[in-house]
C-alpha cells in the first residue's frame, strides 16, 4: 500500500510504515494541506495491523523538516485572517500528538536541518536518530514567535538551565547537541541509514507481535555510535548561573557580568537576546518556566495553542518576524516595543492567560467560548429565565441549552459539550466549571 501526494510520501512495506516529507524545495516545511495528508496517514496507520513500526524521514539531503510553512501563517494573518492562522495549528498539534500517541514504536530521522515544526514531529518519538548532518532547533524567537509543537515540553526538560538557553537565543544544536538536551537519543553516521532502515524492515518481519520499541532501540543502537561530546557541558554551569534570573534583563545582566569577567560566549548571547524581539524572548522564558509543572505533551501543546493564538491575536512581532526573516529577508526587523526596558514586567503571565476563541481538541470546549455564551446570556435576560426558543438565539450556535437562576442571586448555564479537566476552573472572576454527566455547568456567581 502506498500513498503519493505532491507533498508526502507513505507506503507501508514489510510491516513498516514509512512516511516521508516531500517537499524538498522548501526543506519540507509543513503546510496546511501537506498536515491534512500527514493526519490522514497517521489515522489509517493507526488502526493497521500491518503496520507493526512507523518510520518517518525527509526528502532531499538538507534535512527532515524547516518547520512550519512561516509565509502560509504571514500571508493568513496579514489578510486578516487569524482564525485561519489558529486553525493552522490545531491542525499541526494534533498531528504532532498524533504521531506521539500511536500504538506501534516510532522511529524518527533527524538528518540535517530539523526545527520548529519538524521538532514537533520527530523528537517526541520513542526513538529519534541524529547523524553528523543534523542541526535541531527551536528557533521561534528569531521570527518573534515563542517554541511550540510541544518544543516547550523538550526544553523545559533539558538538563539544569539549558531550556532558558536553547529556548531565548533560538540556539541551533548538533547531533550531541540534541542528544544531551534530550532532544534525540541514538548517533548514526548517514551512510549507515540505508542498512538501519532494511534491519528495522526485518525485525518488523520477525513476527513479533507486539513489536516492543526495546527491541527496536536495540536494532537502532548496533548502527549507533558513541555520540561527540556536546558543547553544551561546558556550557552548563554557566548556563545554570546566568539563566536561572527572574527575568530576562537579568538574565543579560548576568550574561554581561560574565563577559567581563572574560566569559566571551556570555558576551555573545547577552548580545542576540537584545537583538531578539524582546516580547518573544520575555514569552519563551514564562513558556519554558511554566512548562515544567506540566504533566504531559498535550497539556504543553495546550498552553502553547494559548500563547501562539496570542500571538497571532494580538502581537505585531510575529509578523513582522517573519517579514524581515523569510518574505524581504532583509533580516532587519523593528519590534514593538524595541528593547527589553519597555516590556510590562506582567507580559509573560499576560501571553500564558490568554483563552482561544477555539479548542485546541475537538472534543474539549473552549472557556472563551464558554465565556461567550454565559456573557451573551447574561445580557440578554438579565434576572429573567430565557424560553428555550430564546436561549437557542441567544446562545449563537454555542452549545447553551440551559439557564437557571439560583436564590444566592447566582446564574448557572449548563453547556451542552464535556471539556477537559483542565478548563474546569474557571478562567476568569466569580465564574466556576463544574462537570455533570455529559454537560458543563458554568455558574456566574452573584
Not at 4 to 16: P, Q
Not at 51 to 79: N, Q
Not at 89 to 109: C, G, I, K, S, W
Request: charged letters at 25%; aromatic letters at 4%; one cysteine or more.
Amino acid at each position: 500500500m502506498a500513498r503519493m501526494t505532491s507533498e508526502i510520501i507513505a507506503r507501508v512495506d514489510d510491516g513498516v510504515g514509512h512516511l516521508t516529507l516531500d517537499r524538498p524545495g522548501a526543506l519540507n516545511a509543513l503546510g496546511y494541506t501537506m498536515l491534512g495528508e500527514i493526519a490522514d496517514v497517521l489515522e489509517e496507520w493507526r488502526v493497521d495491523p500491518t503496520v507493526r513500526l512507523v518510520l518517518l524521514d525527509g526528502a532531499g539531503d538538507r534535512g527532515l523538516c524547516a518547520g512550519g510553512d512561516v509565509r502560509e501563517l504571514h500571508a493568513s494573518i496579514v489578510a486578516g485572517r487569524q482564525a485561519d492562522a489558529r486553525r493552522y495549528f490545531r491542525r499541526e498539534y494534533a498531528v504532532d500528538a498524533a504521531l506521539a500517541e500511536l500504538p506501534v514504536p516510532v522511529v524518527t530521522v533527524m538528518d540535517g536541518i530539523t526545527m520548529g515544526g519538524g521538532v514537533g514531529l520527530a523528537a517526541h518519538a520513542p526513538v529519534r536518530v541524529v547523524t553528523e548532518r543534523s542541526r535541531v532547533a527551536m528557533p521561534e524567537t528569531r521570527i518573534g514567535f515563542t517554541p511550540d509543537v510541544g518544543g516547550s515540553w523538550l526544553l523545559a526538560r533539558a538538563p539544569g538551565r539549558l531550556g532558558e538557553l536553547l529556548a531565548l537565543g533560538a540556539v541551533t544544536m548538533d547531533a550531541a547537541d540534541a542528544i544531551y538536551a534530550g532532544f534525540a537519543d541514538h548517533y548514526v553516521p548517514s551512510e549507515l541509514l540505508p542498512v538501519l532502515v532494511a534491519d528495522l524492515a526485518a525485525l518488523a518481519t520477525a513476527g513479533v507481535d507486539p513489536l516492543d520499541v526495546e527491541d527496536v532501540r536495540e536494532v537502532v543502537r548496533r548502527h549507533a555510535l558513541p555520540a561527540p561530546v556536546s558543547r553544551l557541558v561546558a556550557r552548563q554551569a554557566a548556563a545554570d548561573e546566568a539563566y536561572a534570573a527572574d527575568t530576562v534583563p537579568e538574565i543579560v545582566a548576568r550574561l554581561r557580568a560574565a563577559a567581563r569577567a572574560g566569559d566571551e560566549q556570555a558576551g555573545a548571547e547577552a548580545d542576540e537576546l537584545e537583538r531578539l524581539s524582546p516580547t518573544a524572548v520575555t514569552v519563551a522564558l514564562a513558556a519554558v518556566r511554566s512548562a515544567r509543572h506540566l504533566p504531559d505533551l498535550r497539556a504543553a501543546l495546550e498552553q502553547e495553542y494559548g500563547l501562539v493564538s496570542w500571538f497571532v491575536d494580538t502581537q505585531p512581532d510575529l509578523v513582522e518576524g517573519v517579514r524581515a526573516q523569510v518574505v524581504d529577508k532583509d533580516r532587519d526587523p523593528s519590534w514593538r516595543p524595541a528593547t527589553l526596558a519597555e516590556v510590562d514586567p506582567g507580559l509573560g503571565a499576560e501571553a500564558l492567560a490568554y483563552v482561544p476563541a477555539e479548542a485546541l481538541w475537538d472534543d474539549a470546549l473552549s472557556p472563551r467560548l464558554a465565556r461567550r455564551a454565559v456573557e451573551a446570556v447574561v445580557r440578554r435576560f438579565g434576572e429573567d429565565e430565557p424560553t428555550p426558543d430564546e436561549l437557542a438565539e441567544a446562545g449563537d450556535d454555542l452549545v447553551v441549552e440551559l439557564v437557571q437562576r439560583h436564590d444566592d442571586g447566582s446564574t448557572v448555564v449548563h453547556l451542552a459539550d464535556s471539556c477537559g479537566e483542565h478548563f474546569l476552573d474557571g478562567y476568569w472572576p466569580a465564574v466556576r466549571f463544574d462537570a455533570v454527566g455529559d454537560v458543563v455547568e458554568v455558574t456566574v456567581e452573584s
